[in-house]
């Protein structure tokens, strides 16, 4: 479904992807573990075509200078200079990190405005879809984004992103900042949405414990360069990611 | 005297907030400051008096299209000379300036300035409101920006366009990922804006006549009471309206017309010294929190 191809990415002349190449079969749940600024961010944007729109606007107002270098397919199309609105109606969507909502609009607004390319009944539809997948956030329908818990937060941008109906999904550390119920409770409604709902999600994490058990692959990334790669179970075996990335 | 003075004041509450709701709309969105905003009013009125005057077709039409016409401006004007300075506030408020200046300016040069340069009101009537004589298009004005205030709340809370708008003011690249085109968004805020100007034009300009001059004016006017709102704030502009709109009137009644000007800049220094972002500044206030 998704191929990306030896993918470096700069800004300016610092190398924040260094030649990555990575695989997405249809179905699949993948990981992409890093540490703190080892790339999974820009990765992500990448592929969500985001810093497409990053190197337009910096382009523009005379800033750094943003440079891509390898392919992306999805699909089988090369869509590595395709604007992101293109890629979102294509089916990839990104849940961006930080859980960035609206902060002043209410949690229905919110995915009102996230279902721009959307019909009236379609955004009703999911919107219950994501009542019922988290619970928690049907009794803050009217509840201003910004007044919203980090977690509740998280819920709202997830569902926002399904309310796109994505085929792809991209989660850019959902779990970052939440506490441990929480955590559970975002990873098995991401399980439910890959196995019931059919969606392929690529997710990335600095922790490997809560991901590896539940991924059927994953990637380490560091320095912006693949390190090791395997199906969740090898990776939970591994000595060196028990070490790096298993916290305490 | 009272509720006379308090009936004008309402007027020109509404003939500011009228003004500036276009300006608001676009900065408030794409974060453009259209300093061409007064150029476009002044347009919009040469435009519908041209049409009326010298093509000699029916008023409506020539509404119509200067409404158009104004709109399909704002977006060249995004798309030819916007989109190359983009983030760039300085140089986007020179680039406006300048194509505001040029268009007044030739207004001025071709001599379209006289008493014979007007639009007419809509009905000539007058009506006594509680002893005070109020003519026909003060009150439409009245109404008519309750109306507009109405109508841009429910385009903006209940259309893909309009909450594609509040998303990108809130958080652009956000919206990005929902698959709105942030370029095209702002290519809107521009147009609307434009022809809300227009609008106001066709509203107001009936009560005096249309001069280059007003363009400055009405910049000045709009761009004072959105800065008092708090930039980008619909809320903020309506209290703004009313405090400059009140302050203006009841200086005029009691104190004098000399001192108008004096007052409603006292009213803007005050909001500013006491709430530097604006009476409804929320979002700024929101970023200097994080
Ligand atoms: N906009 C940017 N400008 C310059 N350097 C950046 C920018 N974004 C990320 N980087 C750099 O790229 C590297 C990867 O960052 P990032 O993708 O955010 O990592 P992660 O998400 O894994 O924490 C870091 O060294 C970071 O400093
Ligand atoms: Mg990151």
């Known amino acids: ?248 | 005297m009272l509720t006379g003075t308090i009936l004008y004041a309402l007027i020109n509450t509404a003939i500011l907030a009228l003004m500036a709701l276009g300006f608001n709309l676009t900065f408030g969105i794409s974060g453009v400051a259209n300093f061409a905003y007064g150029a476009f009013y002044i347009l919009a009125a040469y435009g519908i008096w041209g049409i009326v005057n010298l093509l000699h077709l029916p008023y409506p039409v020539a509404i119509i299209v200067a409404i158009v016409a104004n709109m399909i401006f704002g977006a060249l004007m995004y798309r030819f000379v916007l989109l190359r300075v983009r983030g760039q506030a300085l140089s986007e408020v020179i680039a406006t300036f300048g194509i505001g200046l040029a268009i007044l300016e030739l207004f001025s040069y071709f001599g379209w300035v006289g008493f014979e340069y007007t639009l007419p009101v809509f009905v000539d009537r007058s009506f006594a409101i509680a002893g005070t004589y109020v003519d026909f298009q003060r009150l439409a004005i009245l109404g008519f920006s309750v109306i507009l205030v109405f109508c841009l709340w429910w385009f903006t809370h209940h259309t893909a366009t309009g909450l594609a708008f509040r998303g990108i003011a809130q958080d652009e690249r956000t919206a990005l990922t929902f698959g709105i085109n942030s370029d095209w968004i702002a290519t809107l805020s521009v147009s609307f804006g434009a022809g809300l100007a227009a609008v106001a034009a066709l509203f107001i300009i009936p009560l005096g006549s249309i001069a280059p001059g007003e363009g400055y004016d009405v910049l000045i006017k709009a761009l004072a009471v959105c800065i008092i709102g708090g930039l980008g704030s619909t809320g903020g502009v309506i209290a703004a309206a009313f405090i400059v709109g009140f302050a203006e009137r009841f200086t005029d009644t009691y104190i004098g017309s000399h001192w108008t000007m004096i007052v409603s800049l006292a009213a803007i220094l005050l909001v500013l010294t006491i709430k530097p972002s604006g009476l409804f500044g929320k979002q700024k206030e929101l970023e200097e929190r994080i």
């Open chain 1, 1 to 248: 479904m998704l191929e990306v191809n030896d993918l470096m990415v700069f800004f300016e002349n610092a190398l924040a992807l260094n030649g990555l190449s990575l695989k997405v079969d249809e179905g699949e749940i993948v990981g992409l573990i890093g540490s703190n600024s080892a790339g999974k961010t820009t990765f992500i944007n990448t592929v969500s075509g985001l810093i497409i729109d990053m190197r337009i606007k910096e382009k523009r107002k005379g800033g750094e200078r943003i440079s891509i270098y390898g392919n992306i397919r999805y699909q089988g199309e090369d869509i590595t200079e395709m604007p992101p609105n293109e890629r979102v109606s294509k089916g990839i969507v990104v849940s961006r990190e930080r859980h960035p909502v609206f902060q002043e609009s209410s949690v229905v607004e919110n995915f009102k405005i996230a279902g721009y390319l959307r019909t009236k009944a379609e955004i009703k539809e999911t919107m219950d879809f994501v009542f019922t997948l988290f619970p928690p956030l049907s009794k803050l329908k009217t509840r201003k984004a910004g007044f919203l818990s980090g977690g509740e937060q998280q819920m709202l941008a997830i569902g926002m992103a399904l309310v796109v109906r994505p085929k792809l999904l991209l989660l850019d550390e959902p779990l970052l900042g939440l506490s441990p119920m929480m955590q559970k409770a975002v990873m098995d409604a991401i399980v439910s949405l890959n196995k019931e709902s059919g969606i392929t999600v690529l997710l990335s994490e600095q922790f490997a414990r809560p991901v590896l058990p539940v991924v059927d692959r994953a990637y380490v990334v560091e320095n912006g360069m693949l390190s090791l790669s395997g199906t969740g179970a090898a990776l939970m075996n591994n000595p060196e990611i028990k070490a790096a990335y298993f916290g305490v």
